[in-house]
């Protein structure tokens, strides 16, 4: 199988942008009324099949990769370097 893995630079953005983008790709637990409720809010990612490697990288299909250029609009840089696959627990 054909995949990608993906490396995201969030350097050129202040770190409450960066964390803002981040919860945007990856999705986050909201918790409100001081924990009481909390909340999965979806990110960009939670669709699709994925391995998350660390912080600003991940591996996803060939075919999902169209999803890249919502990430790029974002104003993030993105690195892909093409795999290949035997195995996908």
């Known amino acids: 199988m054909r995949a990608k893995i993906v490396c995201l630079d969030f350097s050129k953005h202040i770190k409450s942008k960066q964390s803002r983008i981040s919860q945007k ?9 001081n924990g009481r409720y ?5 990110g960009i990612l939670t669709p699709i099949s994925k391995l998350i490697l660390g912080k600003a ?7 999902d990769a169209k999803i890249l250029s919502e990430i790029k609009k974002m104003d993030v840089i ?3 370097h093409d795999i290949s696959i035997k195995k996908w627990d």
């Open 57 to 63: 990288s991940f591996v996803i299909f060939e075919k």
């Open 25 to 33: 790709i990856y999705g986050y637990i909201d918790n409100s009324n």
């Open 38 to 42: 909390s909340y999965e809010r979806p």
């Open 78 to 80: 993105v690195k892909t």
